[in-house]
């Protein structure tokens, strides 16, 4: 977990203007390939990054009073544009229920808009890194050839908020920020995509997958859960648990949206997290989640080999210092 914090902490100062910035690409062409990812600094500084903010809303309710800098406000602006987008797209009457093609306009508008809305949080001095920076919110949407999405396009999300951590935009004491305001805000943005355009899960394991489209709000959230007075991992089956908390906790959040998505018996639509809730503890919860990311998302080749590189998530073996 020091690793994560260093990560952070380093970020503060602004990079070298000398740094050359480049448009991240893919890396990940074959199963032996992976090899590479997991050596890699790119690896390392995401792991870090992710377990920097585990840490930080560590027993934290989203209502818990924070700092909230510019380069947060401007984030959350952001993403309130694309959410004005999705009003302006309305899906179109079409004979398949799933993959509405108005999200194919809907991601146009991004693809051509998504240098100049990173240009409104990055400062001009910076603006060299707009264009690697940029990448990385385009892939965090989904798919528009498929019109799906997953836990890659969501990993894309957590990479770009790290590259503004290392370029300084997003400071250490943003931390709890970036997960509850922005994260927070990108999750209701995407549920929203979801809904509108039904998309398809990427890549989705089905009922033996934790959730069809998410993974981090699930860490992150059992996080906030560590040492709770009351609730304990039982409760997040129990509706009136749920109803009465969510406003609180990203975990809660996220069973709620899963609910009134899904029909039948929570335990066969949601076979993973109702195991989970035999588990003793939110700690315990935690760390087995954090295991599980590892294993089902980042050791995944069908989710890495979409992950891009660039100056900032470099391929290059991890140099130690």
Same mark, same amino acid.
């Given at each position: 977990?020091?690793?994560?914090?260093?990560?952070?902490?380093? %970020?503060?100062?602004?990079?070298?203007?000398?740094?050359?910035?480049?448009?991240?690409?893919?890396?990940?062409?074959?199963?032996?390939?992976?090899?590479?990812?997991?050596?890699?600094?790119?690896?390392?500084?995401?792991?870090?990054?992710? &377990?920097?903010?585990?840490?930080?809303?560590?027993?934290?309710?989203?209502?818990?009073?924070?700092?909230? %800098?510019?380069?947060?406000?401007?984030?959350?602006?952001?993403?309130?544009?694309?959410?004005?987008?999705?009003?302006?797209?309305?899906?179109?009457?079409?004979?398949?229920?799933?993959?509405?093609?108005?999200?194919?306009?809907?991601?146009?508008?991004?693809?051509?808009?998504?240098?100049? &809305?990173?240009?409104?949080?990055?400062?001009?001095?910076?603006?060299?890194?707009?264009?690697?920076?940029?990448?990385?919110?385009?892939?965090?949407?989904?798919?528009?050839?498929?019109?799906?999405?997953?836990?890659?396009?969501?990993?894309?999300?957590?990479?770009?908020?790290?590259?503004?951590?290392?370029?300084?935009?997003?400071?250490?004491?943003?931390?709890?920020?970036?997960?509850?305001?922005?994260?927070?805000?990108?999750?209701?943005?995407?549920?929203?995509?979801?809904?509108?355009?039904?998309?398809?899960?990427?890549?989705? @394991?089905?009922?033996?997958?934790?959730?069809?489209?998410?993974?981090?709000?699930?860490?992150?959230?059992?996080?906030?859960?560590?040492?709770?007075?009351?609730?304990?991992?039982?409760?997040?089956?129990?509706?009136?648990?749920?109803?009465?908390?969510?406003?609180?906790?990203?975990?809660?959040?996220?069973?709620?949206?899963?609910?009134?998505?899904?029909?039948?018996?929570?335990?066969?639509?949601?076979?993973?997290?109702?195991?989970? %809730?035999?588990?003793? %503890?939110?700690?315990?919860?935690?760390?087995? &989640?954090?295991?599980?990311?590892?294993?089902?998302?980042?050791?995944?080749?069908?989710?890495? @080999?979409?992950?891009?590189?660039?100056? &900032?998530?470099?391929?290059?073996?991890?140099?130690?210092?």
């Amino acid at each position: 977990e020091a690793e994560g914090e260093r990560i952070i902490l380093e %970020s503060g100062e602004a990079p070298p203007a000398t740094q050359n910035f480049i448009i991240p690409k893919k890396e990940i062409h074959t199963v032996p390939d992976m090899g590479k990812w997991k050596r890699s600094q790119a690896y390392a500084d995401y792991i870090g990054f992710i &377990l920097t903010l585990n840490e930080g809303v560590k027993g934290k309710k989203l209502t818990f009073e924070y700092k909230v %800098s510019e380069a947060i406000e401007k984030l959350v602006a952001l993403l309130n544009t694309l959410d004005r987008w999705i009003d302006e797209t309305p899906p179109v009457d079409q004979p398949s229920r799933f993959g509405n093609k108005a999200y194919r306009t809907w991601y146009a508008k991004l693809d051509e808009e998504a240098e100049n &809305l990173v240009a409104t949080v990055v400062p001009t001095h910076l603006a060299a890194a707009v264009p690697e920076v940029a990448v990385y919110l385009k892939e965090s949407v989904g798919n528009s050839t498929r019109i799906d999405y997953g836990t890659g396009h969501e990993a894309a999300f957590a990479a770009f908020l790290c590259c503004l951590c290392k370029i300084g935009v997003l400071r250490v004491d943003d931390q709890i920020a970036i997960v509850f305001k922005v994260f927070n805000r990108y999750l209701e943005v995407m549920r929203k995509l979801q809904k509108t355009y039904r998309m398809e899960p990427a890549g989705s @394991q089905g009922v033996w997958g934790l959730d069809d489209f998410q993974f981090l709000p699930f860490i992150w959230g059992s996080s906030q859960l560590i040492d709770h007075p009351y609730l304990e991992p039982r409760h997040f089956v129990d509706e009136k648990a749920v109803n009465e908390n969510h406003k609180d906790y990203m975990f809660l959040e996220c069973i709620l949206f899963i609910t009134e998505m899904k029909t039948g018996p929570f335990a066969e639509h949601s076979n993973q997290l109702w195991n989970i %809730s035999a588990v003793p %503890s939110w700690s315990k919860v935690n760390q087995g &989640l954090i295991r599980m990311y590892k294993a089902e998302c980042l050791e995944k080749f069908p989710v890495i @080999q979409h992950f891009k590189f660039g100056s &900032l998530l470099p391929i290059h073996p991890v140099t130690s210092g």
